[in-house]
């Protein structure tokens, strides 16, 4: 994770009030919130908000952040907040509040078993194939894509991720788990039609 | 994925490639590769996934987003700085 120590000097800085810390937070922090809120919502005008959101609450809140977690990890709770309730409102159907699920149990067998890793480089680098990468990232149950999202695409530890979530370490490392295998499963379709085009 | 020994590996093929996996797991996932042409394919695709996302350009947040965003928290003064 960026700079745990920087972001404790940064975090004093803000508890005294200092405006200039809140900029620097800011563009510190923001990319990230960004990309978190967007993959998570899949709409650019509503991560935005999310974002917007997310450093308000924070710098309203700052008294009340004990620093247990990094001022990133907390940051990122809060975008993950404001990104649920938003899904919850679109789709309350398809967002359970609950964590009922026996994540270790009964992980879904295999069924994309074509080798597609030998295709040509540029195969891999086409913006096709980044729109499928992204588009596979959106269609993950949302407990699964926001664990994918922060421990695979923005870096944070395992640990980070858990504590930004509220959930166990070994929850975190199974949400992972199934969402690399539903992301494999789902992008094998893709890969081998290529392959076979290919041959 | 036919054999017994599967599922064992299916569960533990994360801790495997994030090097996370005890010397003795690792020695009995490869035993177990060696002889299921299913499983390796699986490893070797999910492996493939893994580094896909870790080469993925990042959205970029929009120069007039950071502009909005300074503006929303009366933070203006420090677009400059």
């Not at chain 1, 990230?32 to 609450?57: C, I, N, P």
């Not at chain 2, 699986?42 to 896909?52: F, G, Q, W």
Request: hydrophobic share 40%.
């Amino acid at each position: 994770m960026l700079s745990e120590d920087s972001d404790r000097v940064l975090l004093e800085r803000l508890r005294r009030g200092d405006k200039s810390a809140c900029a620097e937070c800011i563009e510190r922090h923001s990319p990230g919130v960004y990309r978190v809120a967007l993959r998570l919502l899949g709409h650019e005008a509503e991560a935005e908000e999310v974002m917007q959101e997310t450093f308000l609450s924070a710098f309203k809140a700052i008294d009340k952040f004990e620093g247990r977690a990094g001022l990133a990890t907390w940051l990122y709770r809060i975008a993950h907040n404001a990104a649920l309730m938003r899904l919850r409102r679109a789709q309350p159907e398809q967002v359970s509040v609950d964590d009922e699920e026996a994540f270790g149990e009964g992980l879904p067998v295999p069924t994309q078993l074509h080798d597609w890793c030998c295709l040509p480089e540029r195969d891999f680098e086409s913006s096709e194939t980044r729109a499928a990468l992204e588009r596979a990232i959106h269609d993950l149950p949302e407990k699964l894509r926001v664990v994918f999202v922060m421990r695979e695409l923005e870096g944070l530890s395992t640990e980070e991720t858990a504590q930004a979530l509220e959930i166990s370490i070994d929850a975190a490392k199974v949400r992972l788990h199934r969402a690399r295998l539903q992301l494999r499963e789902h992008l094998s379709p893709y890969f081998t039609e290529l392959a076979q085009t290919e041959a | 994925m036919e054999t017994a020994r599967c599922p064992h590996l299916l569960e533990n093929m994360s801790a495997y490639l994030d090097g996370e996996a005890s010397a003795e797991l690792c020695a009995e996932i490869e035993r177990h590769l060696d002889g299921c042409e299913d499983c390796r394919v699986v490893v070797d695709t999910l492996r493939k996934t893994i580094t896909l996302y870790h080469e993925l350009p990042q959205p970029e947040l929009h120069p007039e987003a950071r502009l909005r965003l300074y503006k929303s928290l009366d933070l203006s003064e420090f677009l400059n700085s």
